[in-house]
C-alpha cells in the first residue's frame, strides 16, 4: 500500500520561495505518475503540476515559470519547488499518486497525502 507523506509547507512573504516534499512508503514511485493539487478555501481542487514515469511534467498556467517538479527514486520523493510566491498560492497543498498525469481528474489518483498548508502574506 503506497502511502504519501507532504512536507514543507508554511508562511512565507510574497516573492518568497518553499520547496514542498511528497514522501512515499510502501512501493516505489518511479511506477506512478505524482501530481501536486490544492486547494484554497471556498475553491475547488485544481492541478498545479505533474510527473510522469519518464520524468515528462506538465505545470497549470498560474504557476509556469515559477514552480519545478522533480523526483528523486532514490530516496522515492517528489518535490515542487515554489518560487516568486504569491498571495494566491495560499492553499493546502497535497501530492497524489496516479498511473498516468490526469492533473484534470482528481479522481482518477488512488493515493493521497495529508496535505501541507502554504500560506503567502505579508
Known amino acids: 500500500q503506497l502511502k504519501l507523506v507532504e512536507s514543507g509547507g508554511g508562511l512565507v512573504q510574497p516573492g518568497g520561495s518553499l520547496r514542498l516534499s511528497c514522501a512515499a512508503s510502501?512501493?516505489?514511485?518511479?511506477?506512478?505518475?505524482i501530481a501536486w493539487f490544492r486547494q484554497a478555501p471556498g475553491k475547488e481542487r485544481e492541478g498545479v503540476s505533474c510527473?510522469?514515469?519518464?520524468?515528462?511534467?506538465y505545470y497549470a498556467d498560474p504557476v509556469k515559470g515559477r514552480f519545478t517538479i522533480s523526483r528523486d527514486n532514490a530516496k522515492n520523493t517528489v518535490y515542487l519547488q515554489m518560487n516568486s510566491l504569491k498571495p494566491e498560492d495560499t492553499a493546502v497543498y497535497y501530492c497524489a499518486a496516479a498511473p498516468w498525469c490526469y492533473v484534470s481528474e482528481p479522481g482518477r489518483f488512488a493515493y493521497w497525502g495529508q496535505g501541507t498548508q502554504v500560506t503567502v502574506s505579508s
Open positions: 510502501g512501493v516505489t514511485l518511479d511506477v506512478y505518475a
Open positions: 510527473i510522469n514515469r519518464r520524468g515528462s511534467t
